[in-house]
């Protein structure tokens, strides 16, 4: 995705809105929507992995094309003319916001999404209480992290950040197909019966609270997880020799997750195991009274 | 701990993959052998357990979830224990028309709830494409014969195939399996005007000496006279379009492969035929498979292509058959394989079996399902032409599409243009079903109107027609006062619908409108790949809303919202079709308003 930078690169120039805009040969629509102001929704979309063009949210009316196409992954070419404020492309993104919010539980969804679903007025109430949803028991299997599919909208990027992207141990899929494609492992393995190593890359790159640390999930459930009592110290990892950055997220003196900075020239947001979870031990060594569990 | 294949599993997989010619290179086979594994698999066993799934894995060094994800995505290989003999009983349109209702009833009374694991099982299916002979179910059996068999009138039929599937092993029936061919009631009568029907019935399908001396491969000596340029310019000024649906002119993607610069080039022949009232691509395979090899040899020719895949539809095991053994008759013959007819050409077809997916019928989800990965469409562009299968230059055409080739090379693409109308050359196969008195297939010239083909089928049983559904579920429903229409690309686009695949599909008075409606819905819904939202949860809402529109509410007005969101964001022709049905059946008021007739 990235373009080369330097005197070589062509530029092309679009129109979007109505107003010309410039960009280097090779970038999306979506990257000449950012160049020009244009705040534009995504949530498949992630600068460190290939687009997967899936959600649709961020479809624009392109002139010539028949469909709407995704700004996140269609490349500019000269002359294109594109609307995103039209009413079809409006019209479009409230749907793809409905239908995700009348079939999915967004209530741990990043903020975005919310202010998005306001903007466009979306209004997933109108599908009625009988519309069908993915609603499901949280996956708990293990102390590290647990899987939530009631939360999510099938975006694709942790399999992606599982696979060929970062991780390259494939233990999720999707599976199975329309209404009923889902994350899983094969069978619907438990996670520690499958190939998962734990790096929690896949809770990295997650927008919906689908993946989350355990910690977070026990503390949501005791009505004690308060972001606003958090704070978060930036540290290196010490485990190895990498150099992966590390964000410590901490309430009340304890960690509470991990996560990784996604514009680290290292790890692109992508840790392992022990950048991601060895706080654990640390933490186990802290919390006198709370012996490790398996 | 990872499950251990049972024996029979181990051998199976191997068995296939042993079976093939030694690769080039050691190493795990190559992913696009995957599918045809996993096949491998369900036929020896019934299902794909943990054990036999990771066999696979391991032949081929992909990792398990993927593989599950892979299998999970087709219905016909099922991940969970399965009867040995699953009846996949149709319930589509055409056979609900015909009593498929009752069919299920008997299925169920007798086998028990639908998905069991004793010896006989059924489940309910999608069209099988016979709907000329509805209602119609295909039988998918482990280490048997699949077969198809049709007339399954509510009765005697149901239940004496029952007691035969029952009582015996093996494929020693006392009902033969396969059923009757497709109906092509213009044989019957004996047409002279049959062009791409010509041969059928009239020479042993397995026999190549039969079709040689029927004219068969003069079409591939004149191309070799001709050259490449001169058969693509053949096609060009044949005007030809495609008859998969989609009716892109079939010249500009021959001449777009043949000057791709990236090598290799590869040709497919779509022959998934799924689109729910299309049963023509399984007449041709049928009955006249050496005419589809020498055609595809023709396109690999002109287009530069050395290997060619051919997908056929799961549920087609009789097509299936009789093409490997053209294809196998074709090699010894030196019309396949190095240097075919001494011309310097080296061409071969591998066929695909699909595993019971339409998406699969999609170009880019073709591809996908070919190179072992899920069956899941690719975002336009790039287009197949430019980066398709293995991310090369890729000619996809439909089987009526390349049968057609043969006599553009034989009289020239000015002569084929000259019949038919001026944007709609040639002639075109329609797959006639529903309330008229003779279904079946039949080809006519383009230019014929609606009213004139249904004349031909007999006309309309039980009186005036309450709508004729054109193009299939993804198409749309036309009023009967509109049988002016001439069945042309350009006159069903100029009435609002379009010819898609050649349904032509007749609701008579006693057509329950409302369930027929329901059931295309259902259709999307089920066979929606799932990769994008609007039509994953598009085609779900769109079900609810019409049960509540047919239940007498208001929802007129969030159908409209939904199927334009469908047809707006989705990123293939299933997800823009997949409203076109229900919103014609809305605006035609074929259905609502309480009306439960
Ligand atoms: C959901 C869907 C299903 C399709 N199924 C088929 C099919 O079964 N057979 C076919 O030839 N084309 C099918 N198509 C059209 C193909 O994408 C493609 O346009 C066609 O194979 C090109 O061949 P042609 O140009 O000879 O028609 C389907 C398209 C969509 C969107
Ligand atoms: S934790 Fe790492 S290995 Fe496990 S599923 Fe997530 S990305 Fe894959
Ligand atoms: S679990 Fe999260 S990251 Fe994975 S597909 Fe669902 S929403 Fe996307
Ligand atoms: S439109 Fe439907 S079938 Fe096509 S890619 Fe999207 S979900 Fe899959
Ligand atoms: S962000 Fe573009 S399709 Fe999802
Ligand atoms: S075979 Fe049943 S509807 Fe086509």
Redesign the interface.
Known sequence: MSVARGSTVRSVTIAVDGHDVTVPEGSTILAACREAGIPTPTLCFLETLTPV?????C?VELEGSR??V?AC??RAEAGMVVSTDSE?VR??RK??LE??G??VDLSLADEEIRQWMHEYRADPA???S???TVAQPPKVQDELYIRDYEKC??CYKCVQACGVEAQN?????????????RI????D?TLP???CVYCGNCIGVCPTGALVFKTEFDMRREGTWDESRQSVTRTICSYCGVGCNLDLHVQDNRIVKVTSPLDHDVTSGHLCIKGRFGWRHVQAGLDEPEAEEG | ?AAAPSSAEREAVDAFLGSLPAPAASGPPPRHLLLPALHALVDAIGWIS?GG?NHVCERFGV???????VA??YALLP?GPRAPVVIHACDDIACRMAGADRVVAVLEEVLGPAGGTDAVTWLPSPCVGACDRAPAAFIQRTNAENATVDGLAPGLPVERLLADLAGREGTDLAIPLRSGSVRIPQIEDGSTELRLLRRIGRLDPARLDDYQAAGGYEALRRAFDLGPEGVVREVSDSRLLGRGGAAFPAGRKWAAVATAPARPHYLVCNADESEPGTFKDRALMEEDPFALVEAMTIAGYATGCETSYLYVRGEYPTATARLEHAIAECRRQGLLGRDVMGAGFDFDIEIRRGGG?YICGEETALFNSIEGF?GEPR?KPPFPTDRGLFGKPTLVNNVETLINVLDIVLEGGPAFAGVGTEASTGTKLFCVSGSVARPGLYEVVFGVTLGELLELAGGVSGGRPRAILLGGAAGTFVPPDRLDIPLTFEGTRAAGASLGSGVVMVFGEAADMNDIVLRIAAFF??????????C??????QE??LRRFIGGEDEAG?LD??G??M?????CGLG?TAALAARSAISLGLIGNGDRR
């Not at chain 1, 063009?53 to 949210?57: D, E, G, I, S, Y």
């Not at chain 1, 899983?184 to 069978?187: G, I, L, R, W």
């Open positions: 063009n899936t959600c649709r949210v479809v469909a709407l995704p992954s269609r079809r019209h479009s749907m793809v239908f995700l009348s079939s109108r599908y009625g009988r519309a069908e909208i099938l141990t494939f233990a999720i899929a999707v599976a199975g197909r329309g209404f009923d494609a899983s492992t094969e069978f393995v019966d499958s190939a | 701990m943990e799934l990792p398990p979830a993927e593989a599950y994800g999970s995505f991940t997916a899920r975002n819904r089920h066979e929606s790949c799932g990769q994008c939202v609007p994953r949860v598009g085609t779900v809402r609810e809303a969030l919202e939904i334009r969101a047809g707006d964001a989705s990123i823009h």
